[in-house]
């Protein structure tokens, strides 16, 4: 809609990893570098987590990407399985057939698969996202398929992915054995303010945006604070600007309209915001609060 007004060729602002538009801040690059080298060398058990929105899907792809052929993987997604579904999973994303009729079916034919990968120098990389909403049944199972290995090499590496709340479900006492096994953890960071700026605006020029500036330094700062930095609520929030921009006629969006549209998300940070459904409170760059209202944003 606001496309052809701001000189568009594209949404800057869609919610999908489109890799097209990958920005690599100073957070994630590093966390991309630790991956990288935690699957490189074989670190066996890894760790990833980061609040909802941070972009940690978006680096597993980039993750991916990186990877030569020699590296196979496995991406599960839905981790709400049973053990049996679980491993049927793995095996569709592996290319692995047919399917079996027993766990230890499916066992004996992973470690074959695994064997087989590794006389051809190759190596297997299970990543599960969302993993804070695996049950510990299945924890447990996953522990177990570290047990495949030689004497000198781990067959098969595996990343576990989820929001902060993996850490507290990793640290309960039954699952102690598989916590003593992850070699190496990494947390992703928000934005910082300058990683904001460069986010928003290199995805305005990715979707072909050629003029001298649509969101104003206060508009930033206010992008900043209302999201804390989290890449997904900056899309929401700067797309629903856009939108407000183009309702308006106006060319170049400031503090305001950030603002407005953060308040109809419910965005802003946890200490002001929660309880109280409000934002921009005392701390915000700017405390006035537009009470116009042209259009009610969703999440």
């Known amino acids: 809609m606001y496309n052809e007004y701001y000189g568009l060729i594209r949404s800057p602002f869609e919610m999908t990893p489109d890799p097209s538009f990958l920005y690599m801040g100073e957070a994630h690059r590093e966390g991309l570098a630790t991956l990288v080298y935690a699957v490189n060398s074989g670190k066996g058990f890894v760790m990833l987590t980061g609040e909802v929105g941070t972009g940690k899907t978006t680096l597993l792809h980039a993750l991916l990407s990186q990877l030569d052929s020699s590296t196979?993987?496995?991406?599960?997604?839905?981790p709400r399985l049973d053990p049996m579904g679980f491993f049927r999973m793995l095996f569709e994303e592996l290319g692995v057939g047919?399917?079996?009729d027993s766990k230890a079916e499916y066992l004996l034919a992973l470690n074959q698969y695994l064997i087989d990968k590794l006389a051809a120098n190759e190596r297997v990389l299970l990543i599960v996202d969302e993993a804070q909403n695996l049950s510990t049944e299945m924890l447990e199972e996953i522990r177990l398929l570290s047990n495949l290995e030689t004497p000198t090499s781990k067959l098969i590496q595996i990343m576990l992915v989820g929001q902060p709340e993996l850490q507290d479900l990793i640290d309960q006492p039954e699952l102690r054995q598989l916590r003593q096994r992850i070699s190496l953890r990494h947390h992703l960071r928000p934005f910082d303010e300058g990683e904001v700026t460069e986010y928003v605006n290199e995805r305005l020029n990715k979707a072909g945006y050629t003029g001298r500036g649509i969101?104003?330094?206060?508009?930033?700062?206010?992008?900043y604070y209302v999201t804390e930095g989290t890449p997904r609520m900056i899309n929401n929030v700067c797309d629903g600007a856009l939108l407000l921009g183009y309702a308006r006629q106006e060319t170049s969006l400031g503090a305001d309209a950030i603002r407005e549209v953060a308040h109809d998300l419910g965005f802003g940070p946890k200490d002001e915001s929660e309880g109280n459904g409000k934002v921009g409170g005392k701390g915000s760059p700017s405390k006035r609060r537009s009470k116009r209202r042209l259009f009610r944003f969703r999440r």
């Open 215 to 223: 969101f104003k330094k206060k508009a930033i700062r206010e992008l």
């Open 72 to 78: 196979n993987s496995a991406f599960i997604f839905n």
């Open 98 to 100: 047919p399917a079996c």
